[in-house]
């Protein structure tokens, strides 16, 4: 079982920046796949960044250059580096942790934070 904690979120004026944060828990953090998700309200989750055990990364088109992903598996730690954010990046962001075993994926996720820009 893994446990995940946010933190990070807040009200920031457009062209603003945010440091999201999730703490793990267990001992085979190095093992999982960390990703951040966002979902307004009316919509759908969707993904935004992940980023592999050996530290590849994936964003989303519309975060490019912006966001930044990185993990310190020492720590147990993942974070989300917001940089010019817009009013669209307002969200609830989830931290999520994937795990393949034999073919199967499990997936954790953390209790959701806020992130609301204003223009």
């Known amino acids: 079982q893994v446990q995940l904690v946010e933190s990070g979120g807040g009200l920031v004026q457009a062209g603003g920046s945010l440091r999201l944060s999730c703490a793990a828990s267990?001992?085979?953090?190095?093992?999982?796949?960390m990703g951040w998700y966002r979902q307004a309200p009316g919509k759908q989750r969707e993904l935004v960044a992940r980023?592999?055990?050996?530290?590849?990364?994936y964003y989303v088109d519309s975060v490019k250059g912006r966001f930044t992903i990185s993990r310190d598996n020492a720590k147990n730690l993942v974070n989300l580096e917001m940089l010019n954010l817009k009013p669209e990046d307002t969200s609830v962001y989830y931290c999520?942790?994937?795990?393949?075993?034999?073919?199967?994926?499990?997936?954790?996720w953390g209790q959701g934070t806020q992130v609301t820009v204003s223009s």
């Open positions: 267990g001992s085979i953090f190095s093992l999982l796949v």
């Open positions: 980023i592999s055990s050996e530290g590849s990364t």
């Open positions: 999520n942790a994937a795990r393949l075993v034999a073919g199967t994926q499990y997936d954790y």
